[in-house]
């Protein structure tokens, strides 16, 4: 039952998480637009680090607040699902002809999708980076929470 709870915990905290990223990232590329007009490699390079340091901040923030998990690997893998099953969803609409689905998908998904927004078409190669950066945005997940346990066990160390 605790593995249960814990994935539970841990998966209400990365879509907090994810909520906060998306209103920051809403306000970002207002400012700043993210481009992917013409997908060169500096464009697929960003899309895959941003993710990964964006999330591995929120499993970093999880760590800090949320002493009582052990782990974050069953909420993070979770969400991970959730997201390529909506994102799986939403292409196979978007090819029977609701177009709008794409873009619901986008906002409610936007830390992620805020990099392929301005995507001329949801092509192959665009696919594949966002299936890439869902999947680094995991591992960013894991590895900070990890990092932040490995201070934190650091720190009660140096205070024994």
């Excluded at 481009?35 to 999880?62: D, E, K, M, R, T």
Aim: proline share 4%.
């Amino acid at each position: 039952m605790k593995p249960v709870k814990e994935a539970i915990t841990g998966l209400i905290a990365i879509l907090y998480g994810h909520a906060v990223l998306g209103m920051i990232l809403m306000g970002w590329t207002i400012v700043i637009p993210i481009l992917w007009q013409n997908p060169s490699w500096i464009h697929v390079l960003i899309a895959f680090l941003l993710p990964f340091l964006l999330y591995g901040i929120v499993g970093f923030i999880i760590a800090r607040f949320a002493r009582h998990l052990s782990n974050l690997n069953y909420g993070s893998l979770i969400y991970l699902v959730l997201l390529w099953i909506g994102f799986g969803v939403s292409i196979y609409l978007h090819g029977e002809g609701k177009k709008g689905v794409v873009g619901i998908y986008t906002l409610v998904n936007y830390p992620i999708a805020a990099f392929y927004r301005n995507a001329p078409d949801y092509d192959l190669l665009t696919g594949l980076a966002f299936t890439g950066s869902c999947f680094l945005a995991y591992f960013g997940l894991i590895e900070g929470f990890a990092f932040q346990r490995k201070i934190l066990a650091r720190r009660e160390g140096e205070k024994r």
